[in-house]
């Protein structure tokens, strides 16, 4: 069946997955990264060109300096825990569980966190 074929059908994050059942999908990828914490993403969702996709993820406490642009139009809906996004003119912006922030591609400065778990939805158009 040719893919403009295919039936294509909305995507659900159930209440369970929201309590983090999601995580237990087989094709949940897990990472161990060059700083030593860990993260799990459960994508729920890519578009049809791949510029749109969402999903959720979850990180132990990191600490990450993003000296290049973000690179990437990303919308945050913490579940868990939180992050304090610090812009590298020295602004603080502290998020919480509740909270909900959006981060610019352009942006640069430090990513800190205890952990979380959080809803993201990214935009990223093909260039």
Partial sequence: ????????????????????????????????????????????????????????????????????????DEFMYFLEGGVTLTSSDGTELVINAGDAVTVPREWTGVFETDGYTKIWVIYSPRD
Avoid: C, N, W
């Fill in 1 to 72: 069946m040719a893919a403009s074929d295919e039936t294509v059908r909305p995507a659900k994050i159930s209440k369970p997955d929201l309590g983090g059942k999601i995580f237990d999908r087989p094709d949940v990828v897990e990472q161990t990264h060059a700083d030593g914490h860990m993260t799990q993403t459960a994508t729920s969702l890519v578009s049809s060109d791949g510029s749109f996709s969402s999903g959720m993820y979850r990180s132990r406490k990191t600490r990450i300096e993003v000296t290049q642009p973000y690179g990437v």
